[in-house]
């Protein structure tokens, strides 16, 4: 079964700054079905990047993805006051199929 | 545009069974299958199950397999996740979500959540 951990588990940084988040799989695992999510107090989460490097339909470009076999990152080049929030690594495996991390949290320094 | 609107917040007993909806417009339906997840207050999410909403095939996780049952209404354009035999650690919010285009795809429209409380 593929686990997928997440660090750090805060970070606290100030508007401007960049943001560099990690998820790490417990095998190599497509890159190819490896998504990064975003997720705000009591909102769904909303899909930023899909195929580890792919910006979602309508996500600015200070987001992006990175990574391969079991070390991926999602950057986020210059926080905005709305990119504080909680971001989720997901993959697809045939035999577990969907798993999550535990998240990432990005908040006010 | 697409949405996706699911039913509002249950509170439930130990023992019981929950049937959370999930109406979308804005696409056909039949094309994109539906994932649910669920989440848990502090935790991370986890995945449920999906349907085909095409032909109605499913597949579910193993750890709510035999307590899971996700279905579809065509013509309503809309998909059906029942949990039964409830507990209390089932208490979390739970989510529909659209799969981009077969079920391995990810996840690009999500259902507002519905809340389920179980408790006695």
């Known amino acids: 079964e593929i686990v997928l951990t997440q660090s750090p588990g805060t970070l606290s940084l100030s508007p401007g700054e960049r943001a560099t988040l990690s998820c790490r799989a417990s095998?190599?695992?497509?890159?190819?079905?490896l998504a990064w999510y975003q997720q705000k107090p009591g909102q769904a989460p909303r899909l930023l990047i899909y195929?580890?490097?792919s910006r979602a339909t309508g996500i600015p470009d200070r987001f992006s993805g990175s990574g391969s076999g079991t070390d991926f990152t999602l950057t986020i080049s210059r926080l905005e006051p709305e990119d504080f929030a909680v971001y989720y690594c997901?993959?697809?495996?045939?035999?577990?199929?969907?798993?999550f991390g535990p998240g990432t949290k990005v908040d006010i320094k | 545009q697409v949405q996706l609107v699911q039913s509002g917040a249950e509170v439930k007993k130990p023992g019981a069974s929950v049937k959370v909806s999930c109406k979308a417009s804005?696409?056909?339906?039949?094309?994109?299958?539906m994932q649910w997840v669920r989440q848990a207050p502090g935790q991370r999410l986890e995945w449920m199950g999906w349907?085909?909403?095409?032909?109605?095939?499913?597949k579910y996780s193993q750890k709510v397999q035999g307590r899971v049952t996700i279905t579809r209404d065509t013509s309503a354009s809309t998909a059906y996740m029942e949990l039964s035999s409830l507990r209390s650690e089932d208490t979390a919010v739970y989510y529909c979500?659209?799969?981009?285009?077969?079920?391995?795809?990810?996840?690009?429209?999500w259902g507002q959540g519905t809340l389920v409380t179980v408790s006695s």
């Open positions: 979500a659209r799969a981009a285009g077969y079920s391995y795809d990810p996840w690009d429209y």
């Open positions: 804005g696409y056909t339906f039949t094309s994109y299958p």
């Open positions: 349907i085909n909403a095409g032909t109605g095939d499913t």
């Open positions: 095998q190599s695992v497509s890159s190819s079905y």
């Open positions: 195929g580890a490097s």
């Open positions: 997901q993959h697809y495996d045939y035999s577990t199929l969907f798993t």
